[in-house]
């Protein structure tokens, strides 16, 4: 998702310079007019604003934190944008090292897949040195088509978690609805364009609704993936007890899922947590 | 609700006729053009199609089977239909009437309220006599933006259910994030613009989120209402032995909402049911 | 089960008239003393108080309310006890009927089985005329081992209700612990000894434990009845708004079983439900 | 409760030495024949089989593998039995510090509180080295009415957790029930009394259930620790994807009551998390 977010500012006319640990996937950005910089801290020297976008957090911190990594380059005056979708912990871990250099630092997870990436359409949910988000604003906007500034370190990834918990339970409801509609002899598919009409309607059930009707679930964001974000949302408001009997329902149904075998089906085929067969015999 | 609709009829240039057991009401549509006539029955003898908008049960199959009721005035090659929100034992019931006269029936409750009333934005999800769903597809497109056909008899009232069952879910679920997120110091605010900008918006949350916020729950749709509606949804599920464990969880929280005495405050008012506080001293 | 109960009447000395509508039935008890009359109304004529015991509403009220029904043999100084467990409506009906006789009426609904019966070891819930109550109290006395006085009729089917509802729970929870005893390596028949042995131990879990480990289900309480009654229970609890969360998602568990086609098994094999497999292909 | 156990033993007439951090609590065990030591160090060098019975993990390690801790003394052909509740990772880095010495380890958690421990009535969850178990197995007898061998280490603490999810739940069904009896116009110390008597019966229930009708809650076990073993048990049976839709709905009735301030109190106070009242005003 990095090279299409570059490609945007590159085609915006910033001055980009960047770097993978494939040099060969950087070609296209570098014929468009990036420079390229051998090591992220060769990037860090030489620009005022670092984004790291990494698939997971190790990656994540050796690119921060590593032998060669950005904070080497860092110090005061420049800043540190990780828009990685990390935990809380290893947020917070990369956060100290940036600021140790005298850098700021800003986390700022991203809500959007490729096409919202490539379509400068995606959503920052930034938390950090508040001076950071106000310098890194027009390029977030180059980028994507909205921005949050949600406080503390820490505070994105949190986000990120409380939305993920109402979706997980949002698609366990509508599968509920599809599954209960054709027991009762409506066709699903219909029931699928009638709430894509009304005040409940949304992009995910337009998007899923289809396929789901045919059994059918390619995976955009795996089961387990979702699974994983109640549990940890489940925790999260454990943690302030705050009771969530949707959410801790909604759980049982995913973990469900999981034991049919479907953890890396896209998590849409929570719906089959629901369709009971006659299968037992005595 | 019937006036607005009648009223896009006339201004699309129908022959339309009218009746209200308080004949003011019907003054605007007469200025407008429509004619008069002194009961149902009348209505029914001198149109060959009938639309009846009834507030409850009782009046609908008053109006349709009473004394000087519409059945009286029907005959075969005449049409009622239905568009009043009744349960489908009333809807089976008039349909009875209706068709001992040789004319046909259709149900048709409506999706949406009284601006897409006006607006001629309404949804139908019409079900019984097939021929005649075709003889008013063109009368039921001036009144609405969309038209489903259903079937039999009584799949209006359960397509309604169905969709009113997820409804009441997701709002249930919105709710948790709502709660969840000021409890970890975020603020619910920021989340409700955030789900705006993603997979998961739906109108209803951008509608009812920033009041929600505020604990305020100026009533569009009854909590009562709600609560009954995942009853009988739940009662629906039951015939068929359709387990539905997050509607049974969502059930049980608009349950507690009713306890804490918000049954005629806006079915919003579910998320004050998570809202639990230090109350008990020993 | 009338049969042992009127055993341990005549073993008592106490004088014991009975009606079967299959005579040969009576034989038994005949050859233990008993007198015969050919009619619910002759016995109740010649008897000052009169027991029903019938398997289901229909039969209750045909007894009591029909042509040679009791009712016609009762009147002003006699008593009417139904021991069957029926509906709170159905009993309601019948106490007019007795009533309306000058006669007195109590329903008494029985907890335990034919070994109980047997054993006179069964539990009274009664709830009617407290007169009569005292009246029969030696009686129940000797066919029962404690008996409970709960007011108006009606209060005896509440209180059955909600004594299975709890077991409903109960029996789903202890099948979770043997399936995850199971799932994290423990022996669940190890499980069933050492709850046995402490302050969570129940006879239940004593008599079904052993079986359910080897997924054996013996119908004794069938797995439909239990669900109906977890169902009649929510309605009860949803007629005064009070939350019974575990009881709901407990419904859901009996109801995934009825799927999986356990209705005439043991209530037990709720178990089952939990037992999720592999089984999705794509 | 070390100190029950330990007069048991010395009136069997083992042969005891004891020591404690506080001398003087010794003194009673002292008076009546048992020998001393100044440190766990020396009682593991003077003893074949020592027993620990240790109030937190912190404590059980201290005394086990501390400066000087019970290890030091420890040896071939030794044994050292924890008594104490601790987790299954402090368990195992326990067994690893004194299978080091070459010396036999085994976990036994034990199930009762003070009174049983007098009486000798507690039950011991055993797991670790088996030939350590047929050893202690005759003072085990002593201290308690049963014991239960479960293999591994790590594995006693998992039957606790599993047998401490199924009370949980039991007593929020419980609570239920009571709640759901008086809202009726039962007397919910009748539904105590009927339940006391039938196939459901606990001991506990007979315990707790006469001061839970009078809203008292004396605490024998804290509601917040029972509701901390909810959340175990549902991060073990998470572990291995095992749906427990009753202990997660348990759980979330006990976070309720924590939010009602309730954490200090027994947890059977989890029924007044469901005593909702009118609390609201707009």
Redesign the interface.
Known sequence: MGSPMAQNLIKAGRDVTVWNRTKSKCEPLISMGAKYKSSPEEVAASCGVTFAMLADPESAMDVACGKYGAAKGMGPGKGYVDVSTVDGETSKLICEHIRATGAHFLEAPV??SKKPAEDGQL?F?TAGDNVLYETVAPLLDIMG??R?Y???VG?GA??KL??N???G??M???S??L???E?????PS??V???S????????YA?KGPSMVKSL?PTAFPLKHQQKDL?L?LG??????????????????Y??A?????SD?DFSAVI?A?K?????Q?
Chains 1, 2, 3, 4 share one sequence.
């Open positions: 809500s959007g959503i949910l088509k909205s949050f949600l406080g503390e505070n949190a986000m409380v939305v918990m109402v979706m339970s949002m366990a409801s509508f509920e609805g599954v209960l509609s027991k009762v002899g409506l066709d219909v029931l364009e009638v709430i009409q009304g005040a409940i309607s949304a992009p995910m998007m679930y549990r949302a999260l408001a454990e943690s302030v007890s705050q009771p969530t009997p949707i959410a801790a329902a909604t759980n049982e149904l973990k469900v999981k034991s049919h075998g479907l089906q089959e629901l009971v067969k006659l299968q037992h005595t």
